[in-house]
């Protein structure tokens, strides 16, 4: 099992960046697979981007293609989601989730979440 807390939300106007990141304790980091998401207020969780256990392999979701990056440092049991060009429909909670194998659809493991506020 594995355990994600994520951090680095906040406040940010239009444009701005941010970088988010989800520490995890527990089993062998680099086993797992990583994921984003991100759930706005009345709307539901959706997919932001994943990356593999090595982190060789990437993807996002075209919403954020170009503009938000995915990585990890497995010597830091850590992976980060850096966002730049911010919108304001960015506002959302941001979650960090990991699976055992990277083509699998469900993720068992999700930490708590972070906020993140665009303001225009």
């Known amino acids: 099992q594995v355990q994600l807390v994520e951090s680095g939300g906040g406040l940010v106007q239009a444009g701005g960046s941010l970088r988010l990141s989800c520490a995890a304790s527990g089993r062998t980091f680099s086993s797992y697979a990583m994921g984003w998401f991100r759930q706005a207020p009345g709307k539901a969780r959706e997919f932001v981007a994943t990356?593999?256990?090595?982190?060789?392999?990437?993807y996002a979701a075209d919403s954020v293609k170009g503009r938000f990056t995915i990585s990890r440092d497995n010597a830091k049991n850590t992976v980060y989601l850096q966002m730049n060009s911010l919108k304001p429909e960015d506002t959302a909670v941001y979650y960090c989730?990991?699976?055992?194998?990277?083509?699998?659809?469900?993720?068992?493991?999700w930490g708590q979440g972070t906020q993140v506020t665009v303001s225009s």
């Open positions: 990356i593999s256990q090595s982190g060789g392999t990437t």
């Open positions: 989730a990991a699976k055992s194998s990277y083509f699998s659809v469900e993720y068992p493991y």
